[in-house]
């Protein structure tokens, strides 16, 4: 597994770079306020990270200009953005000259606990999620949690879905705790050790199953339904979309209906977790019918023939993955 770092600045990432002869930076035009902190004097590519962008046609611009810069094998490609930004310049890495080096600086309390850790890169194919790609360790993610007070407060929320799905699945003391922080105002130094500990599990998970062939699933609770409702957001070219945390989340409390309804759960979960996904300003609600997500679902990577691999929740801190 590849190291996470966590720090307050980036003085520590200025002096890992020092260890890499050459170094290709890769990120959202977004974050270049950051950027330019340690990336004095190294070739950039600047990206637009959106997910309609998140395409093999991006993908190859970045190998293009790889080649065009004459990054050979011992190149280290820095992403330094949010998910898009890490699952694309990842998997350009992955493939270019049969696989380069890569490193994660993630802007996004998303990405800081879930895409930016486990190395899964890919982009997306005809409207569906993350259909083309590779695993592929990056060399270590370097986590800055002060970054995060620049984020709107949508995108801040977004990534507080992923991080309250990491302690549904695995720690249910932090789960409680995040609820409180998630829900007052920015504070980085609360944030901190969340995000440590969120980032632990699942390097954790991905460590003893790298590969996604059985523990690893269990990373993917809320995201059947999560997919399935940016699929069909795209579809049906909704004016205001979800975020993909905000997808996750309705993801989620569909798990728990579920569970509840197959007595997987004890009673009252799904209201306990809607309420507590409304405080921190979550939305829970499904935006249209099961029927209209079918196709989307039963397109998920994580189908094997007429089986789903599905998660569902029996408690806080406590879920398993079965076949429906």
């Not at 798990?255 to 197959?262: D, N, T």
Request: charged share 25%.
């Amino acid at each position: 597994m590849s190291k996470i770092k966590v720090s307050s600045g980036f003085t520590q990432l200025k002096l890992s770079l020092l260890l890499y002869s050459k170094v290709f930076v890769v990120y959202d035009r977004n974050v270049q306020q950051y950027v330019d902190k340690f990336a004095s004097g190294k070739p950039c590519f600047v990206i637009e990270a959106t997910e309609e962008q998140k395409t093999m046609t991006t993908v190859m611009s970045i190998c293009r200009w790889l080649l065009s810069q004459g990054a050979d094998r011992s190149a280290l490609v820095l992403a330094v953005g949010g998910g898009v930004t890490s699952d694309m310049a990842g998997f350009a890495a992955s493939i270019y000259k049969r696989g380069v080096r890569y490193a994660n600086i993630p802007t996004t309390l998303l990405s800081m606990v879930d895409a930016g850790i486990g190395g899964k890169t890919g982009v997306n194919l005809d409207g569906f999620k993350n259909m083309l790609g590779v695993i592929r360790q990056p060399e270590f993610t370097y986590i800055c949690p002060p970054v995060l007070q620049t984020l709107s407060a949508r995108e801040f929320r977004s990534g507080a879905a992923e991080m309250l799905k990491t302690f549904i699945i695995k720690d249910e003391d932090n789960y409680a705790k995040a609820l409180k922080v998630l829900s007052e105002p920015f504070d980085a130094d609360a944030l901190k050790p969340l995000i440590e500990a969120a980032a632990k599990i699942k390097a954790g998970i991905v460590k003893k199953d790298e590969n996604e062939t059985g523990l690893r699933r269990v990373l993917n609770l809320g995201h059947t339904y999560g997919h399935a409702i940016e699929w069909w957001q795209k579809e049906t070219k909704q004016p205001d979309p979800y975020t993909h945390g905000e997808a996750v989340a309705i993801g989620i409390i569909q798990a728990a209906i579920k569970s509840e309804a197959l007595g997987k759960s004890k009673p009252g979960l799904t209201e306990k977790l809607r309420s507590d996904f409304k405080y921190c300003g979550l939305p829970t609600e499904l935006p249209c019918s099961d029927d209209e997500l079918r196709k989307a679902i039963l397109q998920d990577k994580k189908a094997e023939g007429d089986k789903l691999n599905f998660v569902f929740i029996k408690d806080i801190g406590k879920v398993t993955v079965e076949k429906i």
